[in-house]
């Protein structure tokens, strides 16, 4: 069973940035699409990036061209920049492959992003 462990949240002021880190143990990482999702208040869990094994790259409309995946499989480890954050970004932020319910690993303890002035 791969562990996922995020980090990089904090508190920032809107139009700041953060970069997150998910840290994935097992090799199986570089066979894997992999995403970041996050989850508000309230609110149910979104995927909010995604990158496929050969880097191909998705993104949802509310965080396009301010938010970029990347990820490095020598380190078993993805990225999430994070550009121009604003309040309705503000949510706990986790990493996961983008497979079915069944096939997801189990989900780490997140990291919390709060934009807030």
């Known amino acids: 069973q791969v562990q996922l462990v995020e980090s990089g949240g904090g508190l920032v002021q809107p139009g700041g940035s953060l970069r997150l880190s998910c840290a994935a143990s097992?090799?199986?990482?570089?066979?894997?699409?992999m995403g970041w999702y996050r989850q508000a208040p309230g609110k149910q869990r979104e995927l909010v990036a995604g990158?496929?094994?050969?880097?191909?790259?998705n993104y949802a409309e509310s965080v396009k061209g301010r938010f970029t995946i990347s990820r490095d499989n020598a380190k078993n480890t993805m990225y999430l920049q994070m550009n121009s954050l604003k309040p309705e970004d503000t949510a706990v932020y986790y990493c996961?492959?983008?497979?079915?319910?069944?096939?997801?690993?189990?989900w780490g303890q997140g990291t919390q992003v709060t934009v807030s002035s």
């Open positions: 996961n492959n983008m497979g079915t319910i069944a096939t997801m690993w189990s």
């Open positions: 097992g090799s199986i990482f570089k066979f894997s699409a």
């Open positions: 990158m496929t094994r050969s880097s191909s790259t």
